[in-house]
């Protein structure tokens, strides 16, 4: 059974930092790409930033690049978000995911293309 277990979240103010962690268990992933997506009170579920297990390739929502960087440690099995200059508009619900669509497609952008979800953890910038 796949478990995505999300750490890390918590109140930073405005220009600050956290490091969003996701454990990842029940099956080998290294064909997988892995997710994190978040979701606002009143908002639709958004892409965050993803990144392809197989060879570290990533992607990036437009709102988030240059200040999250998103990696994994392979011994772990553990993917991290690392967030920097937080504004209040980045206050959410951050979700991890898994995808298990073929390693040579595409890394997705939308959440429906994620098979396995985390429980969420919550991220709030203060200003």
């Known amino acids: 059974q796949v478990q995505l277990v999300e750490s890390g979240g918590g109140l930073v103010q405005t220009g600050g930092s956290l490091r969003l962690s996701c454990a990842a268990s029940?099956?080998?992933?290294?064909?997988?790409?892995m997710g994190w997506f978040r979701q606002a009170p009143g908002k639709e579920r958004e892409f965050v930033a993803a990144i392809a297990w197989s060879d570290g390739s990533t992607s990036y929502a437009d709102s988030v690049k240059g200040r999250f960087t998103i990696s994994r440690d392979n011994n772990k099995i553990t993917v991290h978000l690392q967030m920097n200059s937080l504004k209040p508009e980045d206050t959410a619900v951050y979700y991890c995911?898994?995808?298990?669509?073929?390693?040579?497609?595409?890394?997705?952008?939308?959440?429906?293309?994620?098979?396995?979800w985390g429980q969420g953890t919550q991220v709030t910038v203060s200003s």
């Open positions: 029940g099956r080998t992933f290294s064909s997988y790409k």
């Open positions: 995911a898994a995808d298990s669509a073929p390693v040579w497609s595409r890394i997705a952008t939308m959440s429906r293309a994620y098979d396995f």
